[in-house]
């Protein structure tokens, strides 16, 4: 049944006129520098911007490409094959809860109409505008409720996918409705994540708002970096968990590990030369890190004794008998969403400071961990 009312409403949405575009008289193309992301750039024209995602999902092979232009304007003719979309949007759906602080850092959250898994949102700003119910819920990023999201009408859907599998985009765009790729999540440098913030504000016409933004949060995040510079002693550092059978820890070209360096860390596996996450055996995680200061764990226990009761091997490194233990997934929102993953790729600044405090608590005396919390 729903997929017989999902096409009743394709056919309707498609035979309907196309809804007139409103003129923008104040909307202006804004210059945009890209400095550390490299997934993406932007292009500014006379007529239009150009923006190029060259790293949507992992290994993808091919770049996506979408033209923006004013309200009220004629539609560029171009050759290439793009996407064609009138700006700034006033409606939009979004799948990634990181995209959330985006939209309130641009001030922009009430556009927002629909997402998937609304529970997970910690953000407070935004869980009161779905309980007044202006965001509605989409089910699953992966089989999006295609009915709901042709009522809502959106300017724009902004998805992500970690396969290159893309099927209920596909479907959602040929109704007409404009489908973007945000492919942040792939950038090796933490500032790169950050800078994706350019790419969303683009849309809004807020390209000097996120520019101002950005360069707070960069220029904070290379503070506290060459303030770590001083140290004389770098703690060794273990990162991951065991999930069943194997040990997941950042891969030596990952963001995290990039972090490792800057907050001067000796994190143990940073040769490696993986973007994303290498899989251990916990033999070898326990023969490389047994002697690790710290172990920044990334599971869901909220004590060492919880700790413990998931892998009783666990007490065996060095950073459980010591209780250098941190999770930062223990701040959580109302419904369980957690705070580390909405929040933490737009503030890689927060994360760096947090790693440094635990590492370096000298450099950082008046400061409070904002993610990451002690087990104990």
Request: hydrophobic share 35%; glycine share 6%; net charge neutral.
């Amino acid at each position: 049944m729903r997929y017989l009312t999902f096409f009743f409403l394709l056919f309707s949405f498609n035979s309907c006129i196309k809804k007139q575009e409103t003129t923008s008289t104040d909307y202006t193309l804004q210059e945009q520098e890209v400095t550390y992301a490299s997934g993406f750039s932007i292009k500014t024209f006379d007529t239009y911007k150009k923006i190029e995602v060259s790293s949507p999902w992992p290994e993808s092979k091919k770049s996506l490409t979408y033209i923006l232009y004013p309200k009220g304007t004629q539609r560029p003719t171009i050759a290439e094959k793009a996407i064609f979309i009138p700006v700034p949007i006033e409606k939009t759906i979004i799948t990634s809860s990181t995209d959330i602080p985006i939209l309130e850092y641009l001030e922009v959250e009430g556009s927002l109409v629909g997402f998937p898994n609304t529970n997970y949102i910690t953000s407070e700003k935004t869980r009161r505008l779905i309980e007044k119910g202006q965001v509605k819920e989409l089910g699953s990023e992966r089989d999006l409720n295609t009915e709901i999201v042709l009522e809502l009408d959106p300017d724009v859907v902004i998805g992500f996918s970690t396969t290159g599998d893309t099927k209920a985009y596909d479907l959602i765009g040929k109704t007409g409705i404009p489908v973007v790729m945000n492919g942040s999540w792939t950038e090796q440098h933490p500032l790169g994540r950050a800078e994706w913030i350019k790419f969303i504000a683009a849309f809004y016409g807020k390209e000097q708002k996120a520019d101002s933004i950005f360069t707070t949060i960069a220029q904070e995040y290379q503070k506290v970096k060459q303030n770590a510079i001083s140290v004389t002693k770098k703690p060794t550092v273990l990162s991951g968990d065991m999930f069943k059978d194997v040990w997941y820890a950042p891969g030596g070209h990952s963001f995290l590990a990039q972090m490792y360096k800057d907050a001067q860390t000796n994190y143990l596996w940073k040769n490696t030369d993986k973007t994303g996450s290498i899989a251990l055996s916990f033999e070898s995680a326990l023969d490389t890190a047994q002697n690790a200061d710290i172990w920044f764990s990334s599971g869901s226990a909220n004590s060492l004794a919880q700790l413990a009761s998931k892998n009783h091997n666990y007490s065996l490194f060095d950073a459980y008998k010591n209780k250098k233990v941190y999770s930062p997934t223990l701040k959580k929102g109302l419904n369980g969403g957690v705070l580390y993953y909405e929040l933490g790729p737009m503030r890689p600044d927060l994360i760096l400071k947090d790693i440094v405090k635990i590492a370096h608590p000298e450099l950082l005396k008046n400061y409070d961990l904002y993610f990451f919390e002690k087990l104990n």
